[in-house]
């Protein structure tokens, strides 16, 4: 092979066949951020995916936040989850959760009514965020450590298709986030195991986590460390 034809297998390989080494993690801004993302589906692992690519944006120094919505479980589960802790210990992400009261009709002894009150909270807070976020400058970086308040490159709204699945917001609820998004902020909505026809016309991207078998199925509880 002459130094005049390229290996065009190398070429097209990330870092040109190199081994990445890590950097470190400065402010940046996205350069293609501003779709709309939509996770559902009756197998494990909605919320661990958007949390993931949370975390491989933030490496880029992009800043992040996740609103959870319905976050609830069972009794087997710790109040404080592992993401939580992990989470703290990155820059550039962050989290609130508006749901540990259970789950909605799971007669888990939480209060129905309460799950209700914390969904439209769930709905005001975000519609806050994304207010933020359009205040921002999402062609700028935002500072790893700011307040969400100061805007954010990716919002991830965790659970919220499974608050309007469960009939505590409405569809037209989610349409109108999906409206008050700004260009340039990357959304992502989560949850529900049902599927969101409704959101076929305004997604970009619509991914079915699907269950094919699970351990829930024979009894198991959920397990510190992957569940929680």
């Known amino acids: 092979m002459s130094d005049e034809t390229p290996d065009s297998t190398v070429e097209n390989t990330p870092g ?11 402010p940046a801004a996205p350069e293609e951020f501003g779709l709309v993302q939509v996770w559902w589906g009756d197998g494990k692992g909605k919320t661990t995916a958007t949390l993931g690519m949370g975390m491989r944006a933030a490496g880029h120094g992009y800043r992040v936040h996740m609103l959870q919505f319905m976050k ?3 009794s087997s589960v710790d109040a404080v989850r592992g993401e939580y802790n992990a989470i703290a210990a990155l820059p550039g992400i962050s989290y609130e959760n508006l749901g540990h009261y259970g789950w909605h009709g799971m007669e888990d002894g939480s209060d129905e009514e ?10 005001e807070r975000a519609h806050e965020l994304l207010e933020a976020a359009g205040e921002a400058d999402l062609g700028a970086p935002i500072g790893l450590d700011a307040e969400p308040e100061a805007g954010m490159h990716m919002l991830i709204l965790d659970e919220v298709l499974y608050a309007a699945d469960r009939g ?8 109108g986030l999906i409206d008050a998004k700004p260009d340039g902020l990357e959304l992502v909505l989560s949850g529900s195991h049902a599927e969101p026809t409704y959101l076929e016309d305004r997604a970009d991207l619509i991914t079915n ?8 199925d024979d009894g198991q509880r959920a397990r510190r460390g992957t569940e929680f």
């Open 72 to 74: 609830g479980g069972a």
């Open 168 to 175: 505590l917001l409405s569809e037209d609820d989610v349409h």
């Open 16 to 26: 040109q066949g190199r081994t990445p080494e890590p950097e470190r993690i400065e």
């Open 209 to 216: 986590v699907r269950k094919v078998k699970h351990p829930i």
């Open 114 to 123: 309460d799950h209700a009150a914390q969904a439209q909270a769930g709905l």
